[in-house]
Each structure stands twice: as C-alpha cells, then as structure tokens.
C-alpha cells in the first residue's frame, strides 16, 4: 500500500525480486527474437567474445522494469514518464542493435528519452550548496535554478545529466556482464541511500533497477549467452540517472551531489579516461577504440572473469565510501567532528585511494613495464630501462601492446587501432 502518495520501504525488496525473476525467465525469449531480426553481435578487432551472440537481452530488463514500476509505485505523472522515458531508451536501443545507428541519431534519441522523464517531474528545481549559508562551516543552503529566458536551468542539467549517465553505461558495456554487474551494486547502494534520505519512490526505481540487471546477470556473466546490447546499457544508464536525481540530488544532506559521483565514479573514470585519449589524438570522442580499462586489462593477459572481479571490486569499494559517507556519524553538520569516526571516514577514503591507484597505475603501467622488462631479457640485445619505459610509454600513448599468450607462453602483438 502507499502511505501519503509514496510506497512503502518493502516495496522496494518486492520490486527487486519481480524485476529480477522477470529479466531472468524473458532473456531467452529476448534470445529468440535477436536471432530472428539480425540483432547479433559478431565478433571484430575490439571484441572479447569469439562466437555471434544475440544481444537484445535489455528487453528483458525493460520487461522487469516496467511491470515492476507499475506494481509497486505510485502511478502517477511522474511516475508514467519515467517508464515512458524508459521504454523510448529501449526502443532506440532496439534500433542501435539492428541497424547500428550513427553518433547523432542516438544522441537525439536519447535527449527525446530523457525529456520526457524530466518533463514528468524528474528535474532539479535545487542544489544544495554546502558550507555555505547558516551559522556554521557544515550546514547547507539550497540554491533554487533560474531560469534564464526561455531555458529552465533545471530541466536543462536534468536532461544533460541524464543523457550523461546514459554514455557513461554504454561505454563500459563491452566485456561480459560488466554493465550489468556495476548497475546491480550502484543502484543496490543508491537504494540503500535513497530509503535512508526518506526517498521511497526512488528506492522503488534503484531497487527495481539493481534487480533487472541482476536477473539478465544470469545469462550474461561470461561466457554470456545474450548480450544486453544498447538496449540494456541505455536502459540501465538511464534508470541510474534517474534514481541519482529523484534520490539524492534533490535532499539536503551535505554531501548530496557526491553520492552519485561517488557510486558511479568507475564507469565515470573509464569514460573520462577514454574521452581524454580520443581528444588528446583527435580522433571523434564518439568512434569505439580499445582504451577502455576492460580492454586494457585483457591487453596485460586478464580473463574476462578475472577483469569482472577488479572491477567489480573497485564498484563496491566506491560503493562502500558512499555509505560510509551516508552512515557514518562523523560530524553533527555543524562543523563538529567525532575525532574516531573521522578517522574511520579517512581510513575508508585511502583504502579508496589505494584500491583505485593499484588499478589505474599498477595493472595499466607497472605491470606492464614488468612484462616489458620480461620481454627485454628475452631479446638477443638487451635492452635498458631507459629504453624499456620509453617503449611502454610509446605503446600506452598509442594503445598498442605486446602481451604474453597463456597457451605458448610467447609474446605476442595486440593492436588495439
């Protein structure tokens, strides 16, 4: 039952299990259907995957959703755009499978997608602005958003975000059950935010969300018979974006606007990380390439298994300093600090910090230069370390990789272009 217009906190562990049944029992009808339209994956120079695999799957995840959200949330006008919004994601997505379409039409179809959730009621009419307003360092002033001219503020960064989010799921969808299994935990936590910030209806959509990605997980943890393809990674980015607006944004708990940095930031840190590199060699920041931290990683000789498991891990560990951040009773916000349970709070940040450089640097550069130092032991002429680090810098600045095949135990080369 509702209670004043909002569903109640279990509605949120019935709509998991709803969305997750449904996604698991429709993803081989969503199978079927992908082989009978031509919506197959087939392997190419980027690929992970060495046989065709169908890759509507995200019409599973829509089916969870979408009768999951009309079971357990106020159905209202909000509540209808944001399914609306969700099944035109899909739709487009459904598209992109079949017929892979260019930079510009999916771009468009995606602001269509999320206009149409904001214009129902997901926007910001607010941000909260901390250490700024009150009478103390730690207290938090809401900024309402203007509108300038004809522009409301608020529906422009709601749409910009959405459409945000949307590409940042899309762009680390390209290993086995990743996108899926980094949405189970992100939008897990962003429920378990949302409940505690008094946010039922978005605890509904996170919940619903983790449990859609969690039940086509089944078939798409590796080795994947479907692929949720953009139907799914669209879908989900869109969802995640809408939780983060409806459940945190919109409060004014200080530290409001980190939450979903905080939990996203993995895929926001790949993206970030690929963007750079296509601008720093001006090639279009929409053209796929192999600079993704997945495709590093199998560069440097990770199964996808063990690809999942870094970072899944490092999603959690980021998970973890969310609800930390959330939970843990370190200041009264009024700029009074508990000296242990700050320090906890710092602990929980360097292991952040040191979860996150072993990644970034150690199985991208030190790991690496090893292999190279490997590789120079095995030559006729030795090499030198000066020469050696200058050939890993030349091999990470253009993607290209030697690495050492676990069959023959050789080296062998991977060009990424």
Known sequence: ????????????????????????????????????????????????????????????????????????????????????????????????????????????????????????????????????????????????????????LGHLLAIIGIVAVINVINFIDGVDGLAAGVCVISAVTLAVIALSLGRETAAVLAALTAGGALGFLRHGFPPASSFMGDTGSNLLGFMLAVVAIQGSLKTNAVVALFFPLIVLAVPILDTGFVVAKRVKYRTPIYRADRWHFHHRMANIGFSQRRTLAYLYGWTAVMASLALALRFIPYSDDRGNFDPLWTAVILACFAIVLAASFYLVVTLEILKLRRSRRRLAGHDATPLSAEEVDQGVKRELETGSFEVINPETGEFQAIDPA
Do not use: C
Not at 59 to 71: K, Q
Not at 83 to 111: M, N
């Open 1 to 152: 039952m509702l209670v004043d217009g909002r569903p109640e906190a279990i509605f949120a562990l019935y709509a998991f299990a709803v969305a997750a049944a449904l996604a698991w029992t429709l993803v081989p009808l969503a199978e079927r259907l992908a082989w009978r339209i031509g919506a197959i994956d087939r392997p190419n120079d980027r690929s992970l995957h060495t046989e065709p695999t169908p890759k509507l799957g995200g019409l599973a995840i829509l089916a969870g959703i979408l009768v999951a959200g009309a079971l357990f949330m106020p159905f209202g006008p909000e509540t209808r755009g944001i399914l609306a919004g969700a099944a035109t994601i899909s739709l487009l997505g459904v598209v992109d499978d079949v017929f892979d379409l260019g930079a510009l039409p999916k771009l468009l179809g995606q602001i269509v997608a999320a206009s149409i959730a904001v214009f129902s009621g997901v926007r910001l009419t607010a941000f909260t602005l901390p250490f700024v307003g009150g009478v103390s360092p730690m207290e938090v002033s809401l900024v309402d958003l203007p509108v300038v001219g004809e522009v409301d």
